[in-house]
């Protein structure tokens, strides 16, 4: 492990001029990601600025409605929050189906979005990885990728993001606030991770220094109604070899408004716009959800060992949408 | 045995310490001015070492030393070429131990390790075991030494002349003991002689190694293990850790603490071979066998043969006129496989256990039924009669406890919305051996007495068996009895494996109390004076003129199982094992090894398997969140049992051992009641959703 030194900030602002100016700094917040791959050598930063301490863990209603949630508000706070629970259940399903107890006492909100791939390659300084050492080569592309994408991935990265939480805010349509260097801004969340494209290293869209501060949730009636389903290898503690986060408004039969999200699909949480477009406007059947997962999976691109992938998306759109309109989603 | 504390469920004696956190572990013990050591893998397969470049390690401050074939001790070349470390540049595997960074600090030595510079010389290699390898070869024997085929009839012309045949290949990939403490030491040289406190599952063994490899007499070496977390097979003898320590210890001129880390425990240490096994059955139409055979492929590494004995399990447990087993072996550029929990046995019975329910289904006959009329009378191997066998028994009353009678065997008969849900049955033995073993039993002055053995209790509940053993064997309440173990300056004992620690070291126990009672008879008075009064015995004559009999345990497993029909994923709704092993000597601790095995089965039906990237040469998961083990919530409702089974063949405690009887037949039953449930046969493990999802169209 690289010697490295710790700072405590007294401010975000200070917390993000301090980022910006050491190149080689690291934001500390639950530490169940970055620790992890200090120890394995993947990452090397020489400074932890640790930002549990600031005032960023308190969850508030808004005055329209809708929630914001401090950027280091713990997982398992977020999950049995009881707005939460009642307003968004897509959300707390998607937290309580993530990691193990112990380690969603410590993951925070804005760590959990920013958390790196578990790709085994990427996790390993002895293989090669474009995201963890540019221009090394992808030794995912043609070796064991079950685990890796099957959307949107590029010659040089198949990663995946291994996120719930994500795949469900993606669904929500919630927005990051984030402190930058020039100051606050928000961003979208569905605009928050990019393609690994060219650069695979670079994972999100924030500048250098950039602090999550807190993650806003809009108002969102329908989502009373909502699903996470995460299908995984064993019934507890994995990362999700599909899963899906779902909002589905009803008029009667007919789709009003509808929201879908999937993960471990792509190297980012795909939001399902395609298979929304299908099914907004018309008659919700079982039929119809798999034609809607068709449309978005049209353009997979399955890589040796993940092929799975495609039915079981499908499979799972439909029970998680097929459940919502029968009011009985399973626990 | 007159105060009977055999057979009480007594709690661990040492519970409350490992609980409390109270308990030391080998890295755990203080020792002043200890020093940290980092073992560096090999980052090629097979090559050599062209140059080490130590600078960049030594600078950085607190890193004392970076030991390697270039400057570390000499070792005597021995019969075990693994352990044969830092001695020369050759690499014989991926991820071989090939330097230790030694440092004042852990951080230190990691980081250390990490800057270490080596180059190397890689040629081709080849780490993936196929059927039609050109390297296959029929070992002189396999594990321990057993003869590597055997054939009785002839069973190409009985198998051709069967009206019912099945013919089918299962394959189960490399799986790796997981214990939760790693290989793990602490060693120390003092004038000339080493200490070490070691993870392991035999202090003795280790002590001998040790002595071996360092050229010193034993009693120059001391083992000290005294708390293990868990060893699974994989701390059967003396690994690369122990050795590292002590070569670092010596080189550095200071105590040295070295713990593999995880992705280490994944390969340089060992692991279960992969298997490719091709069973054929066939029988009358009653389902009576009348030739069985099965062939067995598993690889070894190029530094040492490791054969395992996978196909031995057939050979005893179903009979047929016409029976053939085989082993072949090739060598691979891996690290060499070692023992996993019932070694052979596990995977030898999937494959059989697993064909006879493929048999059951194409003769039309209850998978129950078809393995009680195919029970033999008398061993087919050694032609006499077993001491105990009660398989038909297990499988009776596991039948009744699991509802198996209301059964439909009609494949995906079963919806429970929208779970396909199946039942499936297995059988399993596992050999009752013992080792020779020496003990003391000593009457203290206070009316107390103390047995010491280096037995060692690596988290089974070891040495409360052998405290209630002893307590009954002195005919006091146990808790005037004091048992010390692991530790190889005690009366030596063999391993903690094979399923034999508690039934060879009861015996010494045994032997050793009733030699200190027949003393403390002839004593004046009827016991210590004016001193101690020790007695001190040796098993060997007797283990050894014990008559060559059959002696197994047999278990019986029941599984019901759901899969997803849109999804394909797997979960186990319930396990039922019931077995016959001989006398339970504690309920609690028998029942924690019985349900830990199934569990371990289950884990290697659905969860575990060591991925290789072949280009590596190296497996990629090797870590505890991507080498899948079954965790709490997939174990909805276990169940094991066992029969009331005296068996005066075995040794003085009536024991069979029961560390590995619990896996042997799990994962067939599992495997047995997918198919059941889907219809769907999967002949390669683990059961994924992904074979599944593929596979049937399952919705």
Known sequence: MRPFRYHRPAGVAEAVAVLAAEPQAAYLAGGTNLVDLMKLGVQRPDLLVDVTRLPLDAVEELPGGGLRIGATVRNSDLAAHPVVRRDYPVLARALLAAASGQLRNLATTGGNLLQRTRCVYFQDTGKACNKREPGSGCAARHGQNRDLAVLDWSDLCVATHPSDLAVALAALDAVVEVHEPDGPRDVPLAALHRSPGEHPERETTLARGALITAVRLPHLPAARRSAYLKVRDRASFAFAVGSVAAVLDLDGDVVRDVRLAYGAVAHRPWRAYRAEEELRGRPFSPQLAARAADAELAEARPLRHNGFKLPLTRAITVRALTELAEGTPAP | ?699
């Open chain 2, 1 to 699: 045995m007159t105060t009977g504390a055999v057979g009480q469920a007594y709690p661990r004696l040492e519970g409350r310490e490992k609980v409390t956190g109270a308990a030391r572990y080998a890295v755990e013990y203080p020792v002043d001015g200890v020093t940290y050591g980092w073992a560096v893998p090999a980052a090629v397969v097979r090559g050599r070492i062209t140059r080490v470049d130590a600078a960049p390690a030594l600078a950085l401050p607190g890193v004392l030393s970076v030991v390697h074939h270039g400057n570390a001790p000499r070792l005597a070349p021995g019969p075990e070429p693994d352990l044969w470390l830092l001695q020369e540049p050759a690499v014989h595997y991926r991820g071989q131990l090939i330097a230790v960074v030694v440092a004042t600090s852990l951080e230190a030595a990691r980081e250390g390790a990490r800057l270490v510079r080596i180059d190397y010389d890689a040629g081709p290699h080849s780490t993936v075991l196929t059927a039609d390898h050109p390297g296959l070869y029929r070992p002189d024997q396999v594990n321990p030494s057993y003869p590597t085929d055997t054939a009785e009839g002839d069973f190409d012309a009985g198998y051709a002349a069967a009206p019912v045949r099945m013919d089918a290949t299962y394959r189960t990939p490399a799986y790796h003991n997981n214990p939760m403490e790693p290989h793990a030491t602490t060693a120390q040289w003092r004038d000339g002689r080493l200490l070490v406190h070691d993870s392991n599952q035999g202090a003795a063994p280790v002590q001998a190694t040790l002595a071996e490899l360092f050229e010193l007499p034993r009693e120059s070496v001391r083992v000290i293990t005294k708390h293990v977390g868990g060893g699974f097979g994989g701390k059967g003898y003396a690994k690369a850790a122990v050795v590292l320590a002590a070569l670092a210890a010596r080189q550095v001129d200071r105590p040295v603490r070295l713990a593999l880390t995880r992705q280490q425990v994944f390969g340089p240490v060992g692991y279960r071979t992969p298997t490719i096994q091709r069973v054929r059955l066939a029988a009358d139409t009653d389902g009576r066998l009348t030739a069985i055979c099965h062939d067995a492929i598993s690889q070894t590494s190029t530094l040492r043969e490791f054969a395992e004995q996978t196909a031995v399990y057939t050979r005893s447990m179903y009979a047929a006129p016409h029976r053939r087993t085989t082993h072949r072996l090739v060598r691979l550029d891996v690290p060499t496989p070692f023992w996993m929990r019932a070694p052979g046995e596990c995977p030898g019975a999937y494959a059989l256990e697993s064909a006879m329910d493929e048999l059951a289904t194409v003769v039309g006959i209850d998978p129950v039924e078809l393995r009680i009329r195919n029970d033999p009378a008398v061993d087919p191997e050694l032609g006499r009669p077993f001491t105990s066998r009660n398989l038909v028994a297990c499988l009776r009353d596991g039948a009744r406890r699991f509802g198996w009678a209301e059964r439909d065997p009609t494949p995906r008969a079963r919806r429970d919305g929208r779970w396909l849900v199946g039942t499936g049955v297995a059988g399993a033995s596992y050999p009752a051996r013992s080792r020779a073993a020496a003990a003391t039993a000593t009457a203290r002055r206070d009316g107390g007495f103390l047995v010491r053995i280096d037995a060692t209790d690596i988290g089974t509940g070891a040495r409360t068996a052998l405290w209630q053993v002893a307590a009954d064997a002195l005919g006091v309440p146990p808790e005037r009895v004091e048992v010390q173990i692991g530790d190889s300056d005690l009366p030596p004992a063999g391993v903690a494996g094979g399923s034999m620690g508690t039934a060879s070291w009861s015996w010494a126990v045994i032997r050793a109390c009733e030699a200190l009672r027949a003393k403390l008879r002839d004593t004046p008075g009827g016991g210590p004076s004016d001193g101690e009064v020790t007695a001190e015995v040796s098993t060997a004559d007797e283990v050894r003129d014990q008559p060559a009999l059959p002696r197994y345990a047999y278990g019986a497993h029941f599984a019901e199982v759901r899969v997803d029909a849109d999804t394909g994923e797997v979960r186990v709704n319930r396990l039922l094992g019931v077995f016959a092993a001989g006398r339970v000597v504690n309920p609690t601790t028998a029942r924690s090894q019985l349900i830990g095995g199934m569990t371990m089965g289950l884990s290697m039906a659905l969860h575990e398997e060591g991925v290789l990237d072949e280009r590596y040469g190296d497996w990629v998961n090797h870590d505890l969140a991507t080498y899948h083990i079954t965790g709490c919530a997939d174990v909805e409702r276990i169940e094991a049992h066992w029969l009331d089974e005296r068996d005066g063949e075995l040794n003085p405690a009536g024991v069979k051992g029961i560390g590995e009887i619990g896996i042997v037949g799990t994962a067939a039953a599992i495997t047995n009641a997918v198919h059941h449930a889907t219809g769907v046969r999967i002949r390669d493990l683990p059961v994924r959703l992904d074979k599944l999802i593929g596979l049937s169209g399952l919705a």
